[in-house]
């Protein structure tokens, strides 16, 4: 590559009268195989509505089949998905490269996303 290239500020022409345009090589682009990689990592909660007071609770996917209370009427459900009484409204997961907790809609549930804070690229499953 010729040294010493000058180019105007604005439209980036080759102000060098002694070189021509085409004498300078553009290298390929080479994309890197760490922007590329993507993360697959299962939803480690879910947002629901309280079936007794419809208010929106956050409950964590270990306490799946299990009796839970909700936190503003105390009223008691089991927490399970098989019976069709609970909706989930969202899920929930850790960004695996920043301490950032992600609300994802179930739209994008298996689709490829990036993380608002630091762009990494994931893809959520729900766990069956």
């Not at 604005?10 to 300078?24: G, I, K």
């Not at 007794?52 to 927490?79: A, M, W």
């Not at 909706?87 to 950032?100: D, G, L, S, T």
């Amino acid at each position: 590559m010729p040294v010493r290239l000058i180019h105007c500020r604005t439209c980036r022409t080759l102000l060098n009268t002694d070189l021509e345009p085409d004498s300078v090589e553009i290298p390929a682009f080479v994309p890197l195989q760490e922007i590329e990689a993507v993360s697959e990592l299962p939803a480690r909660g879910y947002y629901i509505a309280c079936p007794h007071c419809d208010r929106e609770l956050r409950i964590n996917g270990k306490y799946l089949n299990q009796s839970v209370t909700c936190k503003h009427c105390s009223g008691k459900f089991p927490f399970e998905f098989a019976s069709g009484k609970l909706q989930k409204i969202a899920v929930y997961v850790r960004c695996p490269n920043c301490p950032e907790r992600l609300r994802m809609s179930l739209k994008y549930l298996g689709i490829k996303v990036a993380c608002k804070d630091c762009g990494a690229r994931i893809i959520v499953q729900d766990p069956p």
